[in-house]
């Protein structure tokens, strides 16, 4: 298996432009989602998902978009990108067939807004 | 999900015992107590979790108090390589989203 994936691993954007962070899991996890982590801090919910076609709100929503078409990806839209958003994106998915309730992170996109 | 509290920072001499503590005092009776690490600018990785026995794992042993309102992370033998943020999470497992709040940076120092 390889995991949690996540691309692009650093992207620069511009005030203004849209983009998408990919994750993608082959671990067949229903649980799916999205954490933005600013220098120094610890880890904030942006978005997640508890299956295809169900999303949900975090702690941080707001500028972000997600969709959940299928069980393996999870992308995350930034819709007009601000220097506030500067931050390391983590996409994790969590098993919930048993109590261990362990979550697999990916490696991480690092994003600079200019 | 019920609220933890963690020291801000900690510092372990390398080969010593870490005991990383946390406050949940307001857990309910269905959430289990879960520990993760994030390694510098890595993802966070999974470590112990428990619901009111102790748990011992290769990488840790959890330490949950009688009344489940507080627990601590212990990592036996500490190395330069257990620098980390630790994160204690409270929760009802498969059961909607999960939050971490800021954790505790663990310095091992030589």
């Known amino acids: 298996n390889a995991g949690v994936t996540q691309t692009p691993k650093f992207q620069v954007l511009k005030t203004g432009q849209s983009m998408t962070l990919q994750c993608a899991q082959d671990?067949?996890?229903?649980?799916m989602s999205w954490y933005r982590q600013d220098p120094g801090m610890g880890l904030r919910l942006i978005h997640y998902s508890v299956g295809a076609g169900i999303t949900d709100q975090g702690e941080v929503p707001n500028g972000y978009n997600v969709s959940r078409s299928t069980t393996e990806d999870f992308p995350l839209r930034l819709l007009s990108a601000a220097p506030s958003q500067t931050s390391v994106y983590f996409c994790?998915?969590?098993?919930?067939?048993?109590?261990?309730?362990?979550?697999?992170f990916g490696p991480g996109t690092r994003l600079t807004v200019l | 999900d019920a609220k933890t509290t963690q020291p801000t920072s900690m510092d372990c001499a390398e080969g010593r015992a870490a005991n990383l503590p946390c406050n949940h005092s307001t857990i309910s009776g269905n959430e289990y107590v879960y520990w993760y690490r994030q390694i510098h600018s890595q993802g966070p990785q999974y470590i112990i979790h428990g619901l009111k026995n102790n748990e011992t794992n290769e990488m840790a042993s959890l330490i949950i108090t009688e009344d489940r309102k507080s627990s601590t992370l212990i990592l036996p033998h500490a190395t330069l390589r257990d620098t980390a943020v630790y994160y204690c999470?409270?929760?009802?497992?498969?059961?909607?989203?999960?939050?971490f709040g800021d954790g505790t940076t663990l310095t091992v120092k030589p």
């Open positions: 999470i409270v929760r009802r497992p498969n059961a909607g989203k999960s939050t």
């Open positions: 994790a998915s969590r098993e919930d067939r048993d109590f261990t309730d362990t979550q697999y």
């Open positions: 671990m067949n996890h229903e649980y």
